[in-house]
């Protein structure tokens, strides 16, 4: 059994649902944002709890969730054009949308052999999206033609990152990959061996790139810090502790002020030396995810299903949210909320300062994708194959 769904079965036989900061009280069924997908949405949408921060204004099914592969879900978030009018994302029977970010409306379909369930890119106009099956695309944003495509040799489910004309992307059997953004060329690669006798966790490590240093962590629990013209290694160090059962870089690099940010599944967050990789501080939870930064809190979810808020200057902790069970995605910044997307209740909305649940909008099928928020826009995608565009209070 994958060790994050050992986790969540443990949890779901021996947890109780908690959903509140700190001294969490019982949620009760009409407190819930429960709209089936199959229905039309109500007028009233979002109104069912106190506080309505998210309000749905339309919403595409992208496929029948029969189609899709048992136990599969999206962990990634779809990509909004650079002037926010347009959203983009893929399936699982092979088809990629562009959808008009005001109305819904399908402005193209473009199918494939392939299946998404990663994050895609939009930049440059141009989309980039990876595929379980291995190859990386490159779609026109106007009309969805495939202006280029690289296979590699493995799943590609995280993110790709631009930095100036080269892309990068991790594949889940530990290699990060280089390559030219407007023809796809290949530049370089760096590869570490799988973990074998460790269980290893679902996710990679989005890149991070900074002054021509690219930032990236591995299943075996290093990290490496590679130059971003030719990648050759400039440093690498170990930060799962020594002996531990699970090992996992997949948090992707945060760069606060002159100290880079790092998760690992077993050793929690480390705050590292940029040359170095040496640690300067730690704070100790088990399978952090990818860290989010709004002046001097970082926000991250963890395997307990908790949603917490660390201050940077001392990694003194803030706040915690327990939303019990099921998986949690890491938050999203959105205006003074965080949006946290939960296998077992869907679309979570915390108060940034307090962690008090304000909202839950759960069409009943759970997701495992952070939504996307640009403005006061948010489009979400749920295990449904249903994709939400939403629009944040205020």
Known sequence: MHPKFFFLFVLLIAGTLHLSACSPSSLHKRDLFLQPEAETLPENA??????????VR??????????????????????????????FVGSYDGAFYAIDSNTGKVLWRRLTKAKFAGSSLAADGLVFAGATSGEMFAFRESDGQIMWTHRSQAAVEGKPVLAGDRLLF???????????????EWRWSYKRDVPTGRFQVQGVCDPL???????VGFSDGFAARLNLQDGSVQAVRRLSKSGARFTDVDGSP???GDTVVMTEFSSGILALDPQSLEERWSHEVEGASRLVR??????????????EALRVKDAELQWRFKAGKGSLSHPVLAGNWLLVSSGEHSLLVLDQATGKLLQIFNPGKGSGSPPAVVGQKVFWL??????????LAG
């Open 46 to 55: 979002g109104r069912l709890m106190q506080h309505e921060v998210l309000s």
């Open 58 to 87: 339309w919403r595409v099914k992208l496929m029948e969730v029969d189609a899709r592969p048992v136990d599969q879900h999206h962990h990634g978030a779809p990509a909004v054009s650079q002037d926010g009018l347009r959203v």
């Open 170 to 184: 991790m594949t889940n059997t530990n290699q990060i990959i280089c390559l030219d953004a407007q023809t796809g």
């Open 209 to 215: 790139v900074h002054d021509d240093q690219v930032y």
């Open 254 to 256: 945060l760069m606060v």
């Open 294 to 307: 709004n002046g001097d809190l970082l926000f991250y979810s963890s395997s307990q299903s908790n949603v």
């Open 382 to 391: 749920s295990n449904g194959q249903v994709l939400y565009g939403m629009r």
